[in-house]
């Protein structure tokens, strides 16, 4: 116990920076996807073409692979230097859009189309109308899956100490070499991801009740 406690600090910088992370690769990656989204949505194939190659290229290969590749691939090019935690938030953004893309265009495509037709019969642009219309009640079914997907991305942040980011992750493995107490530290890591997720759940429990009262 002693053990746990005394590496709570230097752990909790390290929660710090994981949190730091997910927050800005989520913003990002909920944007990436509504992109993706809508030109899945779109009438042109060409943009169709483009946002399924994205999708299928994400979800075809693992977490991994696509970190390395954007870290270590990319950064071998001149005209690119990426630090570690800027890769590390490129590839959690770019995976997250690609799974964010398809629970936005499945929730986009539940809505009645009939609310397509009275927005014209309104005078409402498409624009207008997916703003005001589609998406705010499109957003209330994904909310589930937003959560569900927040917490893989969460998760899928542990995986960036590999590329050397003080997350909290790579902090246990320091304190593990530093102190060979594994069973204690590892046991503190553990309780740390699960109350974080465990109140993201909680965010995503009292969004959803909120948004079913309006």
Request: hydrophobic share 55%; no cysteine.
């Amino acid at each position: 116990m002693g053990v746990m406690i005394d590496a709570l600090p230097y752990l909790m910088d390290g929660l710090k920076v994981t949190i730091y992370i997910f927050v800005i690769a989520i913003i990002f990656g909920f944007l990436i996807g509504l992109v993706i989204a809508l030109m899945r949505l779109a009438p042109l194939k060409i943009l169709n073409w483009i946002a399924s190659a994205f999708i299928n290229a994400i979800r075809g290969t693992p977490f991994i692979v696509q970190l390395f590749f954007i870290h270590f691939g990319l950064n071998q090019l001149a005209w690119i230097s990426f630090e570690s935690t800027t890769s590390g938030i490129i590839t959690v953004a770019l995976n997250a859009g690609a799974y964010l893309a398809e629970i936005i265009r499945a929730g986009i495509q539940s809505i009645d189309k009939g609310q397509n037709e009275a927005a014209r019969s309104l005078g409402l642009t498409g624009v207008q109308n997916m703003r005001h219309i589609i998406l705010p009640q499109a957003f209330r079914r994904m909310l589930p899956a937003f959560t569900n997907q927040a917490i893989i991305s969460l998760k899928d942040t542990s995986l960036l100490s590999i590329i050397g980011i003080a997350d909290l992750t790579q902090r246990g493995q320091v304190q593990t070499a530093a102190t060979y107490k594994a069973f204690e530290i590892w046991f503190a890591v553990g309780v740390i991801y699960f109350i974080v997720i465990y109140l993201l759940t909680l965010l995503g429990n009292f969004l959803e009740r909120r948004f079913e009262l309006r």
